[in-house]
């Protein structure tokens, strides 16, 4: 089982790299911009699909220019089902991004593996609306293979300008179950945080390489990284909130 999902997700990730390079190219020069500008990447998500902005957040070796939206019922954490509910309330992205200070200078990446339901699309449309560059992490095979379930009639792949494939099949899990009619093994975590962390480690080369000393966090056990980091704190704090 261990190889079998090893396998699997060596397969999937050597495709991104090879199939996705030039959205990922095209969601870090938005990415790039964004911080050259002042501005800050917002990452949402719902379900475990927030996980991906979890782990851009504050991290170490990744740019201090994001800014997840975790402070919500959207999230697994304060209730599984409710989160799933509350992903196909309409109002309810459009109420909680109100609230997240993006900018027109701003990033906006919104992560969905099906990319049909009412939160993922109302959310990129909401940041179009702003003027914020939109960027998705979706399955162009399993949301292509669903119908949208949301007033707007769209997936978030038609909604966002640059759509990276996380190459997760219909159902997330890849490892069939022989007899239990069940798969087990989801990928579009690992795919998805492989690409974002991608995304912004391409930013930050591209930030160096025009000239700008990317805002990268260190880890805190290295020297000198308290008062690198306090520099970063006070610069972001005012656009981060959870900061």
């Known amino acids: 089982m261990i190889k079998k999902y090893l396998a699997a997700v060596r ?19 938005l990415v790039a911009q964004a911080v050259q500008a002042g501005g800050v990447l ?10 991906v902005g979890e782990e851009l957040f504050y991290r170490a070796g990744g740019l201090a220019a994001i800014s ?22 309409e109002g309810y992205a459009r109420v909680l991004l109100s609230h997240a200070g993006i900018q027109p200078e701003d990033a906006v990446l919104v992560v969905s593996t099906s990319g049909v339901n009412t939160f993922p699309v109302e959310a990129a449309l909401y940041a179009r ?13 399993y949301s292509t293979g669903l119908p949208p379930r949301n007033p707007y009639g769209k997936r978030l792949l038609e909604v966002v300008k640059v759509v990276i ?15 239990q009619g069940a798969a087990v093994a989801p990928v579009s975590t690992l795919t998805g945080c492989f690409i974002a962390n991608a995304v912004v480690a391409l930013a930050a080369e591209r930030l160096a390489g ?23 704190l006070t610069r972001y704090r005012p656009r981060i909130r959870l900061l």
């Open 11 to 29: 397969e999937l990730l050597e495709r991104i790299a090879e199939e996705e390079a030039e959205p990922i190219g095209r969601a870090a020069e």
């Open 210 to 232: 025009g000239g700008t000393t990317p805002p990268i966090w260190l880890s805190s056990h290295l020297p000198g990284a308290d008062r690198h980091n306090a520099e970063l």
């Open 165 to 179: 494939d996380n190459k997760a099949p219909p159902g997330d899990a890849v490892i069939p179950l022989e007899g």
């Open 42 to 51: 917002h990452v949402v998500g719902a379900g475990h699909s927030a996980m």
């Open 129 to 141: 609306e702003v003027g914020a560059s939109t960027i998705g992490i979706t399955s162009v095979t």
């Open 68 to 89: 997840p939206l975790l402070d919500s019922d959207i999230t697994v954490s304060r209730g599984a089902e409710r989160s799933t509910a509350l992903e196909r309330v």
